[in-house]
């Protein structure tokens, strides 16, 4: 039976009126401005727009400022904006091998054709809060050396010209590229579809992931091959125009995981690999993905798949944190209907275990069962 | 190189740059000169592009998110139609970069769209560009190997 539920409506409104005033907070402190954020809290504005899977820095930005800094809530927002747009089509596949470097690093080869930068890092600081930031701080100007003009290959290209590892798997002829936001998703999930659903997943659920395989729940001996960040050019074949138009450039994060090996009767051993790759500067969620897409990976590689991180129903289905926070905070909504119908239940339950109790416990039964 | 695909080539470069500009700055360059009437073949409209990349950087392509990308297009009253694509919601920029394409491939134009347009706001993105790889370059690492003992 449905029962609508009537009243609440001015409660509502009054709600959100007094969320809007607490957004604001005092107001006799400056109001942010969406370009503060999108400058001064930048990696929030990636990891926004990586989940939110839009890249648009001034959009993300705004859904932070709106949500009050719950960086899920804004992921929410921009989800819900993609839907309000049409799609002209897709882009040609970045060539990440041809990224403005600003940072990029391995953990296998010191001597990388194009040499190691460590960029704007976290690394090597001593994470120790810097009072002298909480106010009127102003930056020396960066260091400047000579630029190389040499090219940065992708290390495990390198690696890929004498057989050491294995390559990428080619496209199949005429195979279209999956993509979970027009199909539903259906198991098992092929390699692209993976990809999408891991370059838009948690972060954090990622990383848990990926950390327990670390630990041995599907362990698979991972080094970090390379990981980059930089701008990449966008092209995209507008069908009116007739050619491959430049659209511009984004900034882009990608982690090449290098893995134990595989091999077999006719195939000499080399390393397998993981693959991770989000919009802006986002490394913990690269590795993360790397780590996970390589541990999906398992029954193509004949492993046994027995730990969370490689059972891609279980991932896939819990990476996406708008799913996840709909479905877990749906719960606070209300349930009145349903609770009274296990109420309802629940005491009629009660009455019978009642009257099952005191029959069993009458003078002639307690009797009975002493014999 | 035949005629069509020279054009070509040099409209893609033209976009290369514009793409990377800002619409303040295209308008102020295209105020230099005495622009021909043109008109809206298209009204700017704002949309999405799926991005793709590849498995492993190099292999199979997949979905990695969507972008937000304007679109509009030109056609001057001598008849080119330009086009202009980029990256964001700002649909007088995708105008601008219509116009721009528009002007590129027109004979009375186009040269001067190249000298006074294009020309200096890809001088501009190489600066842009440079300064940032120089920033970049400076936190490459040099590793030396310590001598041990006295050899």
């Known amino acids: 039976m449905y029962v609508a539920v009537k009243g609440g409506e001015r409660a509502i409104e009054n709600a959100h009126r007094l969320l809007a005033h607490k957004r604001r907070g005092d107001q006799s402190v400056a109001e942010i401005g969406l370009d503060q954020i999108s400058e001064q809290l930048g990696l929030a504005v990636d990891r926004v727009m990586s989940e939110g899977s839009l890249y648009d820095r001034e959009l993300a930005a705004l859904a932070i400022k709106q949500a009050r800094g719950d960086l899920i809530e804004a992921i929410f927002l921009v989800r819900a904006f993609r839907a309000t747009l049409p799609r002209f089509g897709a882009s040609e596949p970045v060539d990440t091998g041809a990224m403005r470097v600003q940072r990029r690093v391995s953990a296998t080869f010191k001597d990388i054709p194009g040499g190691q930068t460590l960029g704007p890092t976290f690394d090597y600081t001593h994470r120790l809060l810097d009072p002298s930031l909480a106010e009127g701080f102003v930056p020396e100007a960066p260091a400047m050396a000579e630029a190389s003009i040499a090219p940065t290959p992708r290390v495990t290209d390198i690696l890929g010209r004498d057989g050491l590892i294995e390559s990428s798997p080619e496209a199949e002829d005429g195979a279209s590229v999956g993509d979970l936001t027009r199909e539903p998703l259906n198991f098992p999930a092929d390699r692209d579809l993976r990809l999408q659903n891991l370059a838009r997943g948690d972060e954090g659920f990622l990383l848990a992931m990926g950390y327990s395989t670390q630990r041995g729940y599907g362990r698979n001996h991972p080094f970090v091959g390379e990981i980059r960040f930089g701008e990449v050019e966008v092209d995209f074949v507008a069908e009116d125009v007739g050619f491959a138009v430049p659209l511009g450039a984004i900034e882009l994060t990608e982690c090449q995981m290098v893995n134990q090996f595989k091999g077999s009767a006719t195939e000499a051993p080399c390393f397998t690999r993981g693959y991770g790759l989000a919009f802006g500067q986002s490394e913990r969620k690269t590795m993360s993905m790397a780590l996970v897409d390589r541990a999906l990976r398992a029954r193509e590689l004949g492993e046994e798949a027995l730990a969370p991180a490689q059972d891609e129903e279980f991932v896939m289905s819990h990476s996406d944190n708008v799913q996840a926070t709909g479905f877990v905070e749906h719960l606070k909504l209300p349930h009145y209907v349903d609770f009274q119908s296990e109420l309802g239940l629940l005491r009629k339950l009660r009455q019978e275990f009642s009257k099952a109790f005191a029959d069993a416990n009458t003078p002639e039964a307690m009797k009975e069962a002493a014999e | ?151």
């Open chain 2, 1 to 151: 190189m035949t005629q069509h695909s020279n054009q070509q080539a040099q409209r893609k470069a033209a976009m290369a740059v514009l793409a990377h500009a800002e619409a303040g700055e295209i308008a102020a360059r295209l105020r230099n000169l005495s622009l021909p009437d043109h008109q809206d073949l298209r009204a700017p409209e704002n949309g999405l592009v799926m991005l793709r990349g590849r498995v492993g950087g190099d292999g199979a392509p997949f979905n990695l998110g969507e972008a937000t990308v304007s679109r509009a297009a030109v056609r001057l009253a001598s008849g080119e139609v330009g086009f202009g694509y980029t990256l964001g919601r700002n649909s007088e920029k995708a105008r601008l970069i219509a116009l721009c394409d528009a002007l590129v491939q027109s004979r009375d134009f186009g040269g001067a769209v190249e000298r006074d347009v294009i020309a200096p706001l890809r001088e501009q993105l190489m600066i842009r560009r440079k300064q940032a790889a120089e920033a970049a370059a400076a936190t490459k690492v040099d590793f030396y190997t310590m001598v041990r003992g006295e050899g």
